[in-house]
């Protein structure tokens, strides 16, 4: 069982606020992905970490996305201007290394923007 | 089947019966990752079947893969009540440092 805890579970914001989700990975596990799935169970690749650093992320052209795993801190996803658009399960999953291995998700953040 | 043409996203069987979903890819994978959501939690990982692997079982689940037609089968032998999911299969895009997912196949296994 995954051992990746993401909180909050839920999350209601109006248009224009700000979101923020965060996510503890596995011990030991210093890769960090996040997705988003919505609601017709269609997922998309956010952004990567390894440690601190960014190994690829989606053009987020829109910059409200920014995400960070700082050193001894949770990992954080956060929407600068929520739209009705960004309702979804925001998936946190984590691995031992980068490339082509198994991924452990964590039960998600639902976004709800109203 | 997910992916390519998608003809069957849902599928209703009883306690006991086999079942199989598909699923193919548009490009060349070295792994495919077959997945379980069940409702309210995140997908877990229930087979990994790479390129010099035909088939991969584990337990009541068998996994195929056919990289010359780029397609990948899940099935389950004798399914139960507890096998109710939605499975998705994923590839690692070019790279490997992300998942592709399919749109999922919801299985419902009534008694």
């Known amino acids: 069982n995954s051992k990746v805890i993401q909180t909050p579970r839920y999350l209601v914001k109006g248009q224009g606020q700000k979101a923020k989700m965060r996510c503890i990975p596995e011990?030991?596990?210093?890769?960090v992905f996040w997705y988003q799935q919505n609601k017709n169970n269609e997922f998309k690749f956010l952004i990567n970490?390894?440690?601190?650093?960014?190994?690829?992320q989606i053009d987020m052209t829109e910059k409200r996305f920014s995400a960070e795993c700082p050193s001894n801190s949770p990992c954080s996803l956060e929407i600068q201007s929520s739209e009705a658009g960004d309702s979804a399960l925001y998936l946190c999953?984590?691995?031992?290394?980068?490339?082509?291995?198994?991924?452990?998700f964590g039960p998600g953040t639902r976004l709800t923007v109203l | 089947s997910q992916w390519g043409e998608e003809n069957l996203q849902a599928l209703s069987i009883q306690e006991g019966e086999d079942v199989t979903m598909n699923c193919s890819y548009k490009?060349?994978?070295?792994?495919v990752h077959w997945y379980r959501q069940d409702s309210g939690r995140g997908p877990a990982l229930i087979i990994l079947?790479?390129?010099?692997?035909r088939e991969k079982r584990s337990g009541r689940l068998r996994a195929t893969l056919d990289t010359s037609s780029q397609s990948s089968s899940l099935s389950i032998t004798a399914a139960q009540c507890e096998d109710t999911a939605v499975y998705f299969c994923?590839?690692?895009?070019?790279?490997?440092?992300?998942?592709?997912f399919g749109t999922g196949t919801t299985v419902s296994v009534s008694p």
């Open positions: 999953a984590s691995s031992l290394v980068a490339n082509y291995a198994e991924q452990f």
């Open positions: 011990k030991g596990h210093p890769v």
């Open positions: 970490f390894q440690n601190q650093e960014v190994l690829q």
């Open positions: 490009t060349y994978t070295t792994v």
């Open positions: 079947i790479r390129s010099n692997e």
């Open positions: 994923a590839t690692d895009e070019e790279g490997g440092r992300a998942l592709i």
